[in-house]
């Protein structure tokens, strides 16, 4: 861990559980509070915080684990363009890899003969570049560089998952939708709490691949 990196690592992490931080490592009651409501961890001091990310390397490990997301991810972009493939760049947030929620998208898209890969595999090909609206959250920041990456390839379309009626998905919404329109791209949207069946996803999706055919 370098000096920069040291000095801006915050104080608290976005976790499902207080318990399994990092690959299954138990903190103590006395290490962290625990926001229930937010699903953050918050650390007591800045030192311990410091000290727990360099000796279990967790920076390290994320890049490494990011590094083989996007090396995946290029295989099957190399695959999709030798197959003459449409590829899909499908972005939602952390939770929406779960199947409980995401209904099985990923897998019902795959099958109209379409790659899929995340915002990860794109959104760090692009220069940074101003946006209309606050961009200071990571996740944002890649599904708008992932989207400024779509909207030069011809051969590329996003997807948005979102759900729960998020508010500020209403902002990342159209900020995502001005990115691709500039450039004459299509923007999808699927909400993922309205789905009840894969029916009228599927008819979503069938009629932008018929768009695309025609265009």
């Known amino acids: 861990m370098n000096s920069k990196q040291f000095e801006t690592a915050k104080m608290c992490l976005k976790v499902v559980t207080p318990i399994n931080i990092a690959d299954g490592i138990v903190l103590g009651a006395k290490d962290y509070l625990y926001d229930s409501r937010r699903q953050k961890v918050f650390f007591l001091n800045l030192h311990q915080w410091h000290m727990f990310i360099y000796k279990h390397m967790?920076?390290?490990k994320y890049e490494s684990y990011l590094a083989k997301i996007r090396t995946y991810g290029e295989d099957i972009?190399?695959?999709?363009?030798?197959?003459?493939?449409?590829?899909?760049?499908?972005?939602?947030?952390p939770y929406h890899a779960d199947?409980?929620?995401?209904?099985?998208?990923?897998?019902?898209?795959?099958?109209?003969?379409?790659?899929?890969?995340?915002?990860?595999?794109?959104?760090?090909k692009v220069d940074k570049f101003p946006t209309t609206v606050l961009n200071q959250w990571t996740y944002h920041s890649r599904l708008y560089s992932a989207a400024r990456y779509v909207s030069t390839k011809s051969n590329m379309n996003l997807v948005q998952l979102v759900s729960f009626g998020c508010g500020v998905d209403a902002i990342t919404t159209d900020e995502v939708r001005g990115?691709?329109?500039?450039?004459?791209?299509?923007?999808?949207?699927?909400?993922?709490?309205?789905?009840?069946n894969l029916g009228a996803v599927k008819i979503r999706i069938r009629s932008l691949l018929a768009t695309l055919d025609e265009s």
């Open 58 to 60: 967790l920076l390290e």
């Open 77 to 93: 972009i190399k695959r999709a363009e030798k197959e003459n493939k449409p590829i899909f760049v499908l972005c939602g947030r």
């Open 99 to 124: 199947p409980e929620i995401n209904h099985g998208i990923d897998r019902m898209i795959a099958s109209f003969n379409v790659a899929i890969i995340s915002e990860d595999v794109v959104s760090n």
């Open 179 to 196: 990115i691709l329109e500039q450039k004459g791209k299509i923007y999808t949207q699927i909400k993922i709490d309205e789905i009840t």
